[in-house]
């Protein structure tokens, strides 16, 4: 064995030994294996790295690459409670008020927003009165109605003045089935500008034809089939 392969077979079993020492380090020896694995560079940023939002775009897009857009809609970028009216501007709602959509949205309201608003959205939720939270906006009328689809989305995510932010706890989608919900308690579905033909379940729904008007109904009463008269006399 050369001199070369003895030096690399000593460094070696140095490494192993160092190995097998550091899991019994502990902070009273001024380091443990945690900080001692971050002054190596590989393992440094990996060390530091932050989990990232499971609901955002992790990865900026490639440059030259063609944007597309998503039919469900994209996740918009983090922003403030400051950023409400710009923000929403650039938010338009994916979904359509289906059955499937309002059971979601319905679901969604009764589990975090009744509480403050009201299962009717008036504001009187089982929470709010004398010795208890303050107030809370009726969804059903007023400003709220007045607001756009983008603007009640935005308020879920990152809250707006008392209202804490729930978009950790409302996805990207349930945020959207909310709003439909909010409207149809405003009940003012039939009024709004038709949304894409996309349902809650996130499956792109063909065009479909147009439907023929049923045929008017006959006014002429239908037929009352009688007896043929008798042939027998009167006693």
């Not at 945690?34 to 775009?57: L, Q």
Request: net charge negative; glycine share 8%.
């Amino acid at each position: 064995m050369t001199s070369a392969e003895l030096r690399r077979g000593a460094r070696a079993l140095a490494l192993l030994g160092v190995a097998a020492a550091l899991p019994a380090c502990t902070d009273w020896a001024g380091y443990d294996i945690d900080e001692a694995s971050g002054k190596v560079p590989a393992f440094s940023t990996m060390r530091e790295d932050v989990m990232p939002d499971p609901y955002e775009m992790v990865r900026e897009p490639v440059p030259g690459t063609v944007p597309t857009r998503n039919p469900m809609g994209d996740v918009p970028r983090r922003f403030s409670q400051t950023q409400l009216d710009s923000v929403a501007a650039t938010l338009q709602n994916p979904l359509r008020p289906d059955a499937r959509t309002l059971a979601r949205g319905k679901l969604m309201y009764e589990q975090h927003c009744s509480s403050c608003h009201g299962d009717l959205g008036d504001g009187k939720g089982p929470v709010i009165g004398p010795d208890k939270f303050p107030y809370a906006p009726a969804l059903n009328a007023g400003p709220t109605q007045a607001r756009s689809d983008g603007y009640i989305y935005a308020v879920i995510d990152v809250g707006r003045g008392l209202m804490p932010p729930y978009g950790a706890r409302v996805t990207h989608l349930d945020r959207w089935a909310v709003v439909e919900y909010v409207r149809q308690l405003q009940g003012g579905l039939e009024t709004r500008n038709p949304p894409p033909n996309v349902s809650a379940v996130g499956a792109q729904v063909p065009n479909a034809a147009p439907v023929e008007p049923a045929p008017a109904a006959s006014r002429t009463p239908p037929s009352v089939e009688t007896a043929p008269p008798s042939t027998q006399e009167n006693p």
